[in-house]
């Protein structure tokens, strides 16, 4: 028996005594894992792994100077360069948070306007035209083929031409378009509710507030997901023996998960342009409690997970790079580098590997082809290669979004809002402490003493008010005063100028002035109500420009991502939805018209507000309207029930066509004056329903239709 100590689930006890069953079961797992890494696969994969990611490192020095400037100034901090001038020079210090506060203006902008309370960044609608298929295209020239033949059985040949054939097609082809619709948007409603609960559940909108804090700091910012995890969820079931109490229950769940990505983590390859672009690494770093959820998840190699857990507290699993160590104390965690035991860094890649490599490497699969390139994600602890296989995704996208401040088309990196304040904050920076400086020097007076004619039991240095000067004779008769006092000039109104120049000058290049976060100091239009709110209008455009890159990179990307995995993997999902998507991120529009479409649609309310206008739109028109507004005012919706809308939609087309003749196709009378069933109302085009027997062969040529374009048919 061999002991050890540990701790134990529980914590019961300190030491454990292990059998040498166990401990040959555990040196052989590693034995297993160890053989499994000295695989042609693991080798080579791990061998290209570490080149591709000593090129992204390399690539990204200059990149990583500049977020550390970046960090720097929102933190308050100067460049090292600049704080070795100023110490030299000696004085003041002092630095002014102008990028701080600029950047928390920018931060609380997009999240009042992308995570306002009780609404989504996002929706989604049904695509514009649906694909009514092959077999609802024959049903339809079967169902003109079926009226046809009455028509002419009624009028003879001539009663029937092409023409008329074709414009009953498009009839009943648009009548099963519009069903189409109203059953798609039913179903997106739907689709949006279960897309949501996976976005609540897999942490999102936290993630997203951190993104946006990047959004407002860095040169570019990064999200993650979905990733698939392992985790411990509680469930509540039935006790069997007590029958009638649920105890809580703790289960293993694959879960779908979001995740904020640091931009020093992020290395592209040399030639990437976007995110899907060349190669991509991201530097992870995990605990071995969180590395042990990946256990028995597909695609992960177990045995090397327990071999790296083994060996992780040598710190010989850890990345070390030049942009540590500032990164920790800038984020408050100058110890970090000393912990190096309970920290296991992963280099996740993704990127192209041409099939012929693959093969070589000795992964399998029917469909690799040697000519061609295949999205391999894989990831590398130390040397250890613990999960790779193919990109699942049915285009070969990578589940990484980032969004730029400035977006810079030709490069994942763009322009950070401290990069472009950068100017502006050094000449401020420089102002203020100039103003404390010469505060400083001007705050009283400068002294000069002849040190031969004042006591020598004198201290010259100590100054006081009502002090008297002991002081001696001039022996040589010059008649000078043994203490002299000059007062320095004070400069401060015009280094405060030329600061106030500038910090306005830095609101301008960014485009959030001061006025767009509670500064009370604002001339020229800005006075009145309207002129502020027209500049604020006018200050949005940028804003709105910024908030459209979230929009365009990180939104509708998201969350169509998520929409086609749950369609992949998802086989519930699969089953009740039919049909594709437009993801529709209303973000950037909402900053600029959410409120002034309000407005205007109270405008609309009380212009319509009038006989002629009500006899256009109709009660149940008027009431679509008002249900609109009710929605931006979030208050429930069922304030006007749908119920009654329907109803005042059918009671105004029963009085707008009273007995107005059924028509049939062409626009000519139909025999019998009346409707065709599935042929819209009363006066709409199609043959007459005169038989006996609706929707039998032979039958009426309207018999077919109804069923045809019921919603459950289709």
């Known amino acids: 028996?061999?002991?050890?100590?540990?701790?134990?689930?529980?914590?019961?006890?300190?030491?454990?005594?292990?059998?040498?069953?166990?401990?040959?079961?555990?040196a052989a797992a590693i034995r297993k894992a160890e053989q499994e890494q000295s695989s042609p696969l693991n080798l080579g994969l791990?061998?290209?792994?570490?080149?591709?990611?000593?090129?992204?490192?390399?690539?990204?020095?200059?990149?990583?100077?500049?977020?550390?400037?970046?960090?720097?100034?929102?933190?308050?901090?100067?460049?090292?360069?600049?704080?070795?001038?100023?110490?030299?020079?000696?004085?003041?210090?002092?630095?002014?948070?102008?990028?701080?506060?600029k950047c928390r203006a920018i931060e609380s902008w997009v999240k009042d306007v992308m995570l306002p309370s009780g609404e989504k960044p996002w929706t989604i609608d049904p695509t514009p035209v649906p694909d009514l298929g092959v077999d609802i295209e024959q049903a339809i020239a079967a169902q003109v083929e079926q009226e046809a033949m009455q028509m002419m059985m009624i009028g003879g040949p001539q009663a029937v031409n092409l023409d008329m054939i074709q414009e009953r097609i498009d009839e009943i082809r648009d009548d099963i378009k519009r069903d189409l619709m109203q059953k798609a948007v039913k179903q997106t409603?739907?689709?949006?509710?279960?897309?949501?609960?996976?976005?609540?559940?897999?942490?999102?909108?936290?993630?997203?507030?951190?993104?946006?804090?990047?959004?407002?700091?860095?040169?570019?910012?990064?999200?993650?997901?979905?990733?698939?995890?392992?985790r411990d969820v509680l469930k509540w079931e039935q006790n069997p023996l007590e029958p009638g109490k649920k105890t809580p229950v703790v289960k293993k769940v694959l879960k779908r998960e979001w995740e904020r990505v640091s931009a020093f983590d992020i290395y592209p390859g040399p030639s990437s342009k976007t995110l899907n672009d060349g190669y991509l690494c991201e530097r992870m770093r995990t605990r071995p409690t969180e590395l042990m959820a990946f256990r028995n998840v597909p695609g992960f190699n177990s045995d090397a997970i327990d071999m790296i857990l083994t060996q992780h507290r040598t710190g010989a699993l850890k990345n070390w790079l030049w942009t540590d160590q500032e990164r920790a104390n800038l984020d408050d965690r100058p110890n970090e580098l000393e912990d190096t035991g309970d920290v296991i860094e992963i280099v996740c890649f993704n990127g192209p590997v041409q099939g012929k490599v693959l093969k070589e490497w000795g992964m399998k699969g029917a469909n690799i082809q040697d000519a061609f390139d295949y999205e391999v994600i894989a990831w590398l602890?130390?040397?250890?290669?613990?999960?790779?296989?193919?990109?699942?995704?049915?285009?070969?996208?990578?589940?990484?979004?980032?969004?730029?401040?400035?977006?810079?088309?030709?490069?994942?990196?763009?322009?950070?809002?401290?990069?472009?304040?950068?100017?502006?904050?050094?000449?401020?920076?420089?102002?203020?402490?100039?103003?404390?400086?010469?505060?400083?020097?001007?705050?009283?007076?400068?002294?000069?003493?002849?040190?031969?004619?004042?006591?020598?039991?004198?201290?010259?240095?100590?100054?006081?008010p009502w002090k008297v000067w002991k002081t001696k004779s001039d022996e040589l008769g010059q008649g000078k005063q043994a203490v002299y006092f000059y007062q320095p000039t004070s400069m401060t109104a015009e280094l405060m100028a030329v600061y106030d120049q500038f910090f306005k000058q830095a609101g301008e290049q960014l485009g959030v002035p001061a006025y767009e976060h509670g500064s009370p100091n604002v001339g020229g239009a800005g006075k009145t109500a309207h002129g502020l709110s027209m500049l604020m209008s006018a200050s949005s455009k940028i804003m709105k420009d910024a908030i459209g890159n979230i929009d365009k990179n990180l939104i509708k990307?998201?969350?169509?991502?998520?929409?086609?995995?749950?369609?992949?993997?998802?086989?519930?999902?699969?089953?009740?939805?039919?049909?594709?998507?437009?993801?529709?991120?209303?973000?950037?529009?909402?900053?600029?018209?959410?409120?002034?479409?309000?407005?205007?649609?109270?405008?609309?309310?009380?212009?319509?507000?009038?006989?002629?206008?009500?006899?256009?739109?109709?009660?149940?028109?008027?009431?679509?309207?008002?249900?609109?507004?009710?929605?931006?005012?979030?208050?429930?919706?069922?304030?006007?029930?749908?119920?009654?809308?329907?109803?005042?939609?059918?009671?105004?087309?029963?009085?707008?066509?009273?007995?107005?003749p059924g028509m049939g196709p062409g626009g000519a009378p139909a025999p019998g004056g009346e409707a065709i069933p599935g042929g819209g109302p009363q006066g709409g085009t199609g043959p007459t329903n005169t038989a006996p027997n609706p929707g039998e062969p032979g039958g009426p040529v309207g018999g077919a239709l109804p069923e045809l374009n019921k919603p459950e048919n289709i």
């Open 1 to 26: 028996m061999a002991g050890a100590i540990d701790m134990g689930p529980r914590g019961e006890g300190l030491v454990r005594f292990v059998g040498n069953e166990e401990i040959e079961a555990k």
């Open 46 to 101: 791990s061998s290209h792994l570490l080149k591709k990611w000593e090129k992204a490192k390399i690539n990204k020095w200059s990149i990583e100077e500049k977020l550390l400037r970046s960090k720097r100034q929102r933190k308050g901090k100067y460049n090292p360069e600049d704080l070795a001038q100023i110490e030299r020079f000696g004085g003041s210090t002092v630095f002014m948070m102008i990028s701080n506060v």
């Open 189 to 230: 409603i739907q689709m949006e509710d279960s897309l949501e609960d996976d976005l609540v559940e897999g942490h999102f909108y936290e993630a997203f507030s951190d993104f946006i804090k990047d959004f407002s700091t860095y040169q570019s910012a990064f999200m993650k997901g979905p990733v698939i995890r392992m």
């Open 381 to 464: 602890v130390g040397q250890f290669v613990i999960m790779a296989r193919l990109n699942l995704h049915p285009l070969g996208k990578r589940h990484y979004y980032g969004a730029s401040f400035e977006a810079n088309p030709d490069s994942i990196w763009g322009i950070s809002p401290p990069e472009l304040l950068e100017d502006c904050q050094r000449v401020c920076n420089a102002a203020a402490r100039a103003v404390v400086n010469n505060m400083a020097i001007a705050s009283g007076p400068q002294v000069e003493v002849h040190e031969d004619r004042v006591d020598p039991k004198e201290d010259i240095e100590d100054i006081y």
């Open 557 to 660: 990307p998201t969350i169509y991502e998520l929409w086609l995995n749950k369609m992949q993997f998802d086989e519930e999902f699969n089953k009740n939805n039919k049909g594709d998507i437009d993801v529709v991120a209303r973000a950037s529009e909402y900053l600029v018209i959410a409120e002034q479409l309000q407005i205007r649609r109270a405008e609309f309310l009380a212009m319509t507000m009038n006989p002629f206008d009500m006899q256009i739109i109709g009660m149940a028109g008027r009431a679509k309207i008002l249900k609109e507004v009710i929605k931006t005012l979030k208050m429930p919706d069922d304030i006007i029930p749908d119920e009654m809308i329907d109803a005042m939609d059918m009671a105004q087309g029963q009085v707008a066509t009273p007995g107005a």
